[in-house]
């Protein structure tokens, strides 16, 4: 399901200590690593995969794979903007309700003043935006704890949001924007660019480096002379700007937008990043992992559902699913 | 004017002096009124029981905690180091104690944190896109020079022995520690081939330049690579001392207090 600890193991043995420096194999290791570290969440979807495709007959259609992955899409995009959040140490409650303000916005800009989609959508993308980075300075200006910032932005950007819609219709949009998140084409391909744009951003830039070492050792961070407060404003930015992505994307595949929306996507996303073996206590983890996290979930969503199991019934299996994921990071940390 | 001279030749040897520094918690006196002097090119130990108040000292000086009071020159010159990346900028390395790298990154990475190389060109200068090749080279060069045997780079610095991982947190200070290189406890949980190890590592600081601040509880240590030594008790200087002029045992008791001591 997670991976397992590829170098905690054997501290002692593992590295190696030869004096010629071998320099071809340098990046082949690392990506073999990293490949390592996937491969094994992967092998866990195609596993559950297969188990529902033999229990159950109507599964088997592609049809049912098209809709895992549209299911998947937008959540996922949600959860990559947690995924950096997360690694960084932080934790960001309050995606569900940007999710809801965002898309009342737009719903707003549209049908209201009927923007164009360009300008609706940028509006959109910028307000995300602006309520993360407002998570992030408050976090750093009070020192209050981000479970309780993001508490407090989860209940007062949901009211924000309820304000902002009481007495408007927001739906009829234009066409032109029901392009964006209908079918299941379009939200695939936002979700892979989403997850290959934060993916090099976390692996190739300074900022996203410094994402896995302030989540690794605070303290040795700020030693090193690493920004901890202008990284983090930003990390949450990225939370913001992903939450409100996907909301532009299910207001347009609903053709309607309302406050409601968005309720505990923050929680499916931290699930998804968790059982794709993002660490909860931050430094490890990347955005490959979170979207095999989310097709895992829609995967015993939708499974569950084909065998006529009700929601209830799922929300329990997801739970264990977490409890079990979150498990085998505790225990791998405790073996180092 | 000559007396202006002479004073002002005195002053240069001294690569750095910290006046007066205190640290307080509350009523707690973690550091009360220190002076330090360091002269260009020796080895000072900084020797104290445990709690005696040497890591708040080096964290006063370079920094990383606020001071209650004191000031600092380099090189003669009043400076403000307010923060870890203040000291870098004048040229001070620092290794902190237990401190020293994130585990959940790259030995390069760990080289380099707070100081990446980012691309010489439009997605480095923009986008802040770095050039790991360029930092993986140089962090080979560097270890071949200090003789470090370290070839997986790119694995987490959590894979590595504690002499390993202090060998690299050393090498940080030669690559960018341009004056000053101060070392809390670097020998500090290593066993004893591998604490000799990190101490020829110490030793050759000095080869490249730098001024070296040093603590340690190991007397064997300050007799053999230090020139001069402080002995912190309870957050007060208590003695400072020409390492030839002193033994272990007379250390110990300044250490302890059993014999009393004026500052020299
Ligand atoms: N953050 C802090 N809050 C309160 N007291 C502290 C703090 N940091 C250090 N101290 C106290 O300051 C004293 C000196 O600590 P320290 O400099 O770590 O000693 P040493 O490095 O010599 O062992 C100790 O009594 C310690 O308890
Ligand atoms: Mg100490």
Redesign the pocket.
Known sequence: MTNTPKNSSTPNSSPTMTSTPNSSSTNWDAMKHQFMQIWQVLAALVLIYMVFFILSPPFRNIDTLLSIFGQASILAILACGTTVVLISGGLDLSVGSIFAVVGVVVGIALAEYELPVYAAVLIGLAVGTLLGAFNGIVQVVTGVPAFIVTLGGLTAYKGFAEILASGRDLSRFPDSFKVLGSGYLMPMIIMFGAALIIGLFLTKTRLGNHTFAIGGNEEVARLSGVKIAKSRIYYYMIGGLMAATAAILEVSKLNFAMPARGQSYELFAIAAVVIGGTSLFGGRGGVGKTIIGMLIMQTINVGLAYMGVGTSVQRIAIGAIIILAVYWDVSRRRSR | MEKNEIKHLQKAKNILEARGIS?H??G?K??DDVDLVLRDGEVLAVV??????????V?AITGA?SRTSGTILFDGEEVRIDSPTDAKAVGIETVY?DLALVNEISITKNIFLGREIVKDNILGRVFGVLDFKKMDTETRDLFKKLDIRIADIYRDAQAFSGGQRQAVALSKTVLFGKRIAIL?EPTAALGVRESKMAMDLVASLKDHGLSVIM?THNMQHVMNYCDRVMV?RL?RLVAVRDVKDVDGDTLVGLITGANKSKVA
Not at chain 2, 48 to 57: I, R
Request: proline content about 0%.
């Open positions: 640290k918690y509350g707690i973690a550091l104290g029981d445990n709690g005696a108040g040497k890591s708040t000292l964290k905690i104690q809390d603590i912190l957050g």
